[in-house]
């Protein structure tokens, strides 16, 4: 997603907030208003959540793991949304810092979650939106709606499921991941000339 001003990546308690059980400073816990900065220096404030703690999967070092036995809830898609907006409103926040456990398939997951982004896009929220990769979700799925294989889909024209252009391309994790030296060379310029593509389409579009 696209920030207006993007944070850098590390996210930390405010200089000035105290912790959470109001002894000491800082606090390493859970969700709630957090604080990132922007590039300009400037403190930003962001909800924080989980879309929802269930998860499939079982990993050992995590609580919201399906073995676990903690209470679960889960946000509707639309809950979000007004939530961010009505703080957003209130001067809570000027952000959303989103993360899931993974319902159903990390593919419907990310589709649910990249719902919440449109939306708040569609009503007009331009504040920053930080949206947590699921692990084994497919971005192309979660944007167009199509479950059809991404490499032969690959250096195409689409449109994502709000009608915005969009050029298929692969993440370079999977170029460097090809065991074949001559199959590496051959990703790697294809995905040179997708982001020359990607480049020209935004000229166009820019007008
Ligand atoms: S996939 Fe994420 S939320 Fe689910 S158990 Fe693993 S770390 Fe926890």
């Not at 793991?65 to 009505?86: I, K, Q």
């Not at 001067?91 to 990390?106: A, D, K, M």
Request: hydrophobic share 35%.
């Amino acid at each position: 997603m696209q920030p207006n001003t993007t944070p850098v990546a590390r996210h930390r308690e405010h200089p000035d907030a105290g912790s959470r059980d109001g002894k000491g400073l800082g606090s390493t816990k859970g969700s709630g208003i957090c604080h990132a900065y922007a590039r300009d220096g400037r403190c930003i404030s962001l909800l924080k959540i989980l879309m929802t703690n269930y998860c499939v999967y079982d990993c050992a070092y995590c609580v919201n793991r399906v073995s676990s036995n903690v209470p679960r809830a889960r946000f509707t898609v639309d809950e979000v949304v007004w939530l961010t907006t009505e703080f957003c409103r209130r001067n809570y926040i000027e952000g959303l810092f989103l993360s899931s456990g993974v319902l159903r398939s990390s593919d419907y997951t990310m589709e649910e979650m990249v719902r919440i982004a449109e939306k708040l896009r569609a009503q007009g929220f331009r504040g920053y939106i930080h949206l947590k990769t699921i692990p084994g979700a497919i971005a192309l799925h979660a944007l167009t709606g199509d479950g059809s294989r991404v490499l032969k889909r690959r250096g195409g024209m689409e449109r994502t499921r709000d009608g915005r252009p969009l050029l298929v391309t692969l993440h370079p994790s999977c170029l460097l991941r090809l065991p074949d030296s001559q199959a590496r060379d051959r990703a790697t310029e294809d995905f040179r000339n997708d982001l020359v593509h990607a480049v020209e389409m935004l000229r166009v579009r820019a007008g």
